[in-house]
């Protein structure tokens, strides 16, 4: 039995809309509304939805950059959600995050040394300020970048280049937890997969978990061991890889794989095309955020909405076709 | 594999026997540079379009693939950079023709998608009015003619209650509608070219299939030729017939969408196939290309690829290599010099 | 097929990038502010200026307040480049020293402006909770024409030199407090930003070391502009007789008092107006070529 590392339970996070010079709140955005899972230590979550579905800001509540309105985050057994300030910086040596944007996730007036420097001496990481810039050296050689570049600026790398970067003050830390979100799709293709390749390498030399959040499936799938699938704020499958390919089940899931093209010619699969687009996350529909679009849609979707049922063991769906109650 | 492609080719004939709707000959565009030198973005590229073909531009950021979509609805202007070579649609030249011709022929026999629907409609006109103007520009039809058409166009696109959505403004419809409504603009005048940049990059999965489902039935509507330009080599396989595969302002290989998949010559094709995780197989690991894409006017001789490339041979490294024909595939590559001829 | 190319951590493309030619953000603003004409030439007129007031004790033909009256009213003359004025005092002295006190009023002006300003915009658009209140404060501020409340708040503090600086000072912080917030508010969006919270860096040298320097451009463009905006105003209240006092040679004052003789005497209002014109044209273009060579465009 591995260990569990994180888990979240009914984690939500809603936004209100304010509206006027007063400032009132006349309704919440539901980013997050009900996510749980477990994840075990050395293993990748891999979460996966559409624009606007909330996986980023699951993955910022995890973190707490955002602040979670209700559910609970154990990390290590402990509750993150409601960590004080000083215990949040020992969380910050934990768990870190790698961004999307390698253009903006840079300061690009400091040199790619003294951003990696300041991950270290904010952790007291290193003795001195030598013992530091020997660390910074090594953080670049670790994740594929020459020690003389440490002090360049980071508009002289190439976005691949940046990428590495921002791994290496992931990494600088020595965290355990690495939440990952788009990390490769502002990236080209053939560089894409030198950085999966560069997450997988770490992973088995420093033993890290991920949560890798992004839209593509097929990244999604390659990198992970568990997979949760997110529709409107709400996890609506969540399986390890296999189960969840070999038994897509949520009528969401299966379309979203069918959806995705796969590179070759010769392979012209079934599709499964979903109706209309997602709907405004500030104004869900009712019931079941996903009947609007869902080919299987019942009568009582449009009113209850689905608790998440376990159909084999790991494996939860969150619909009304799996809920004997109502077949 | 090549008994299966033969049997494709034989079951679609036509497409060979076409007149060619495009072609681009011997097309250069620079841009100037520091101290008077000049920055090839584009490098001696030959092409040609036939009538009713889907042909994929593909390549990653910087290669030149967009310039080159620029440069054919003349969409470059004069003092930003140089267009060099020829490019005609049904035998007549459009490089040089003033901008008040080109206007004429853009939007009427070219037009084109974008990748960002948003940027590229009006913010302060309403849906109608933009789509009328399109149509107002190229035909001497009356008002009530044009929001026949209109209305129309949009339910050709499949868009629901198109009589109230012509009402709207831009920012009320989703990224997938907004380019529901490119795509009507696009075709409203019946092009014979359609150019599509990137039209699915911004847009989620599930409506990524919906376009490209509504691009191929216009496309046999229309009698459309489509140029897509994209990254996505999934995309690619999905909609294309024809595939070029361009580099540092190249093209390296040229090929039918199954020959390019099933035997990639070139050692960039042949990487990008291999960078991609696929969800119908399982890697541990990715091969991904070596190296980064290389900024314009870094290289100047020899094969821009050879830094990256694994198979780099020394003439590599002075020579540029031509495009060798291995019967209907086209490859920028010294590996098949003896098997190939010069085209 | 697959397998062929094997993945490599060193990137072998580096080699491309070891051409050393790594510049600082401020090296390359410097770099493209020597190419802007308009700035130079507006360098040329500051330095000019700042030199004549600067060396003034050294340099000026005559003391200040030497007093001729066989002198009044000398049109320019070899011996009196710009002429003399009621009292026979040389008027080119007088600019020259004037240039001391006019240069030193915008200077604190704008010191104190821009500290407050900077302050309460950091807050501002850091802290968001606070923003509210301070921003109306801004806006009732703002809604003053601002030497209109520069005159009010002199009728508060009374008439003087210093009084001046203060009221200039007090109109010229909401344009600081709007800039330099909407100059965080954009940074602290950014992911970078995101990126150290999630290091756990402190609020203090998040502000410091990565909102501050990217606030800095913005508000170096408007300093150097309200530079020029706070010397005319200096000298438009010293000119309503509000600020710097006779005999003191202050620029506007000596045009106030010019006023007075301008059909015999052009010469005693002309010049020291001159001077102000061409310090706030300098501050100006200065300013112009700096808000293009800082485009934060630039990468």
């Not at chain 1, 890290?208 to 949760?228: M, P, Q, R």
């Not at chain 2, 990008?272 to 995780?277: E, T, Y």
């Not at chain 2, 540029?320 to 098949?336: A, D, G």
């Not at chain 3, 003391?63 to 002198?71: A, G, L, V």
Request: aromatic share 6%; hydrophobic share 45%; glycine share 8%.
């Amino acid at each position: 039995m591995k260990e569990e590392l994180l888990e979240v339970s009914d984690l939500k996070t809603h936004f209100p809309i304010q509206k006027g010079i007063l400032k009132r709140n006349t309704g919440f955005v539901k980013a997050v509304d009900g996510v749980s899972f477990k994840l075990a230590k050395g293993e990748t979550l891999g979460i996966v939805g559409e624009s606007g579905c909330g996986k980023s800001t699951t993955g910022r509540s995890i973190l707490r950059l955002i602040n979670p309105t209700s559910g609970s985050v154990k990390y290590k057994g402990k509750e993150v959600t409601s960590l004080s300030k000083g215990e949040l910086l020992k969380l910050r040596k934990e768990m870190q995050i790698v961004f999307q944007d390698p253009y903006a996730s840079l300061n690009p007036r400091i040199t790619i040394a003294s951003i990696l420097e300041e991950a270290l001496s904010t952790h007291s990481i290193g003795k001195d300020k030598k013992e530091r810039r020997e660390i910074v050296l090594q953080l670049l050689e670790r994740v594929g970048l020459n020690r003389q570049l440490a002090n360049r600026y980071p508009h002289e790398f190439s976005g691949g280049q940046r990428q590495r970067i921002g791994i290496a003050r992931a990494i600088a830390v020595n965290p355990t937890l690495i939440i990952a979100d788009e990390p490769v799709s502002a990236l080209d293709v053939s560089i894409q997969a030198q950085i999966l390749n560069l997450f997988q390498d770490l992973q088995e030399q420093m033993g890290l978990t991920y949560i890798f959040i992004a839209h593509d499936l097929s990244v999604v799938k390659h990198i992970s061991d568990k997979i949760g699938v997110m529709y409107l704020g709400r996890m609506v499958e969540y399986a390890s890889k296999d189960d969840l390919f070999s038994n897509p089940s949520h009528p969401y899931t299966q379309a979203l794989m069918s959806a995705v093209p796969v590179p070759n010619p010769l392979m012209k699969k079934e599709k499964i095309s979903l109706k209309g687009d997602v709907p405004n996350p500030a104004a869900p529909p009712s019931g079941c955020t996903f009947h609007t679009r869902c080919n299987a849609c019942m009568e009582v979707c449009k009113t209850i909405k689905p608790k998440d049922i376990e159909i084999s063991p790991g494996h939860v769906v969150s619909c009304h076709l799996y809920d004997s109650a109502y077949n | 594999m090549t008994t299966n492609l033969l049997e494709l080719l034989e079951k679609n004939p036509e497409a060979v026997d076409e007149d060619d709707l495009l072609v681009v000959e011997n097309l250069v565009i620079q841009f100037a540079a520091e101290k008077k030198s000049h920055v090839r973005a584009v490098n001696h590229v030959n092409f040609n379009l036939k009538k009713r073909e889907t042909v994929a531009l593909v390549g990653e950021s910087g290669c030149g693939k967009s310039i080159t979509s620029l440069s054919i609805m003349g969409l470059i202007p004069k003092h930003a950079g140089d267009v060099l070579g020829s490019i005609r649609l049904n035998n007549k030249e459009l490089n040089g023709l003033s901008p008040k011709k080109m206007r004429q022929i853009r939007g009427k026999e070219i037009s084109m998608i974008f990748q960002e629907p948003m940027t590229s409609l009006n913010p302060v006109h309403k849906i109608g009015k933009q789509i009328g103007e399109v149509i107002r520009l190229h035909t001497k039809a009356s008002k009530e003619e044009i929001k026949v058409k209109t209305i129309e166009m949009l339910k050709k696109v499949e868009i629901p209650r198109p009589d109230k959505i012509i009402n709207d403004y831009p920012h009320q419809l989703s990224g997938g509608m907004r380019q529901r409504v490119m795509i009507a603009m696009a075709m409203a005048c019946n092009p014979s070219l359609l150019i599509a940049d990137e039209p699915t990059t911004a847009l989620d999965v599930t409506i990524q299939a919906q376009i490209l489902d509504l691009m191929n039935d216009l496309k046999d509507q229309f009698d459309t030729t489509i140029l897509l330009i994209t990254h996505d080599l999934g995309v690619v396989a999905e909609v294309a017939d024809r595939v070029m595969v361009m580099y540092y302002g190249q093209i390296v290989e040229e090929a039918e969408v199954t020959t390019l998949f099933t035997q990639p010559k070139h050692p960039y094709t042949l990487g990008l196939l291999n960078s991609i995780p696929n969800l119908e197989e399982n890697k541990d690991r990715l091969d991904p290309i070596v190296g980064n894409v290389p900024n314009l006017g870094e290289i100047t001789e020899g094969c821009p690829f050879r830094f990256r490339c694994q198979f780099a041979l020394e003439k590599c490294s002075t020579e540029n290599p031509p495009l060798f024909n291995i019967e209907k595939q086209k490859v920028r590559c010294w590996l098949f010099e003896e098997e190939g001829e010069v085209s | 097929m697959s397998g062929i190319i094997t993945s490599k951590n060193i990137d072998p493309s580096l080699i491309h990038l070891q051409k050393n030619n790594t510049k600082s953000y401020w090296q390359i603003v410097w770099g493209r502010l020597m190419k802007n004409k308009g700035a130079m030439a507006g360098s040329f007129i500051l330095i000019f200026f700042i030199g004549a007031a600067l060396l003034a004790p050294v340099l000026a033909p005559f003391p200040i307040d030497e007093m001729k009256m066989e002198n009044r009213f000398l049109p320019p003359s070899l011996d009196h480049l710009l002429g003399t004025d009621e009292f026979g005092r040389d008027i080119l002295s007088r600019i020259m020293h004037g240039g001391r006190i006019s240069l030193m009023m915008g200077l604190v002006a704008v010191s104190i402006a821009g500290i407050t300003g900077v302050v309460l915009g950091v807050i501002s658009g850091y802290y968001r909770r606070i923003d509210i209140y301070i921003m109306q404060m801004m806006d009732i501020l703002l809604a003053f024409p601002s030497l209109l409340l520069a005159i009010a708040i002199i009728a508060v503090l009374g008439v003087g030199l210093t009084n001046a600086m203060i009221a200039v000072a007090i109109s010229v912080i909401p344009s600081y407090v709007r800039v330099v917030r909407g100059a965080v508010l954009s940074i602290r969006e950014k992911e970078y930003i995101e990126a150290v919270q999630a290091l756990g860096v402190s609020d203090f040298k998040i502000i410091v070391k990565h909102i501050f320097p990217n606030v800095l451009s913005p508000v170096i463009v408007l300093s150097t502009l309200q530079f020029g905006t706070s010397i005319l105003a200096a000298a438009a209240l010293s000119f309503l007789g509000l600020g710097a006092q006779p005999p003191t040679p202050e620029w506007g004052a000596m045009a106030y008092v010019g006023k007075s003789f301008l059909l015999q005497a052009w010469w005693m209002s002309l010049f020291p107006g001159l001077a102000i014109m061409l310090v706030v044209l300098g501050f100006n273009l200065l300013g112009d070529g700096l808000r293009d060579a800082l485009d934060p465009r630039l990468k």
